[in-house]
């Protein structure tokens, strides 16, 4: 330890390590997002080439849980296994996390009442919507909280689980842009697959600051 | 001379608790994250167990950090956290610090 100068100035490198490292609990995800690309690709593609069967409608509800769980682990047994490190969270970023998502909830938990009340007093006495369209939008804030990382992953996310609520319904595709899909599922790849050369260069980085004390 | 009194006054009323070079580190760190585990600041810092266990007893008497110990299954953990009063002791240090180089800077240029 003596090799440390007590200048608060040549601690900046403690500091950024720190700061580095906690972002891997909370807002990047690196190979969990290339893992998420890769699952989002498939989700579509069973979606879309895959006949109606309970093997499809198992595997498209599986793939987004699936997604959530790989990030999660990742973290945890990954990019923290130095120990836990929480970030302090930038305002902003939990602004927009915890703001949007209340906002979803209100407006897609309001609709869904309102629709399931609004149906029940009608003469035909049930909801005015398809009972899958309202899974899929009671289902959406729940989806923005666990992928609201970015917003590649929101729309990503939140489209897997639409895609897995109309799957296990048995529903099939009719006809949709994919061209948008792919550049964001590329874009997540490569966002996370930046995210974890951060993490190798940073953890070369924590050997050493280890070595120099 | 009085500028060089002063110089050396404001470094002798630096807080002892975090001028001790490991203290300021492993200030410096937990003031970067909202908590942080014994065993990152373990790594971090390069000291042992037991040596940053007494650093740690240290800042935790003067209310600068707090410690909170768990079980992650069968496996002890200890969660870190700097109090409030230790971001701004760490803030004044910092303060001191810069304005005690300045003035050295300036009298030997």
């Known amino acids: ?42 989700s579509w593609a069973v979606w879309t080439y895959a006949p109606d069967s309970i093997l499809r409608r198992v595997v498209l509800v599986v ?56 149906g029940l007093r009608s003469p035909q006495h049930r909801p005015l919507m398809p009972m899958r369209l309202l899974v899929e939008i009671g289902l959406v804030p729940i989806a923005a909280w666990f992928f609201f990382d970015n917003w590649v992953e929101l729309v990503l996310g939140v489209g897997m689980v639409g895609t897995a609520v109309s799957g296990a319904y048995g529903e099939a595709p009719h006809g949709h842009e994919s061209g948008l899909l792919f550049l964001m599922i590329l874009a997540l790849i490569w966002a996370g697959v930046r995210e974890h050369r951060v993490y190798v260069s940073l953890e070369q980085k924590l050997k050493q600051t280890g070595r120099l004390a | 001379m009085t500028s060089e009194r002063n110089n050396i006054d404001s470094l002798l009323a630096v807080d002892r608790v975090i001028h001790e070079p490991a203290r300021l580190v492993v200030l410096t760190i937990l003031a970067e994250a909202e908590a942080v585990e014994f065993k990152f600041l373990e790594q971090v810092t390069g000291l042992t167990k037991g040596n940053l266990s007494s650093h740690l007893a240290k800042l935790e008497d003067a209310q600068y ?5 768990s079980f992650r299954g069968k496996i002890p953990l200890t969660t870190l956290k700097i109090t409030r009063r230790g971001r701004q002791a760490l803030e004044q240090y910092r303060k001191q610090f810069k304005t005690a180089l300045e003035q050295s800077a300036k009298r030997s240029s």
């Open chain 2, 65 to 69: 950090v707090e410690i909170k110990k």
């Open chain 1, 1 to 42: 330890m003596n090799a440390i100068n007590a200048n608060p100035e040549q601690l900046a490198p403690y500091a950024e390590i720190t700061r580095e490292y906690a972002r891997f609990s909370r807002s990047a995800a690196g190979l969990g997002n290339v893992i998420g690309g890769m699952l989002a690709l498939l």
């Open chain 1, 63 to 118: 793939l987004p849980v699936l997604w959530i769980a790989v990030k999660r682990w990742l973290r945890h047994r990954y990019y923290q296994r130095y120990g836990q490190v929480t970030s302090r969270g930038d305002r902003r970023e939990k602004f927009w996390k915890v703001g949007l998502t209340a906002l979803l909830a209100l407006v897609s938990w309001g609709v869904v009442a309102a629709f399931i009340i609004l």
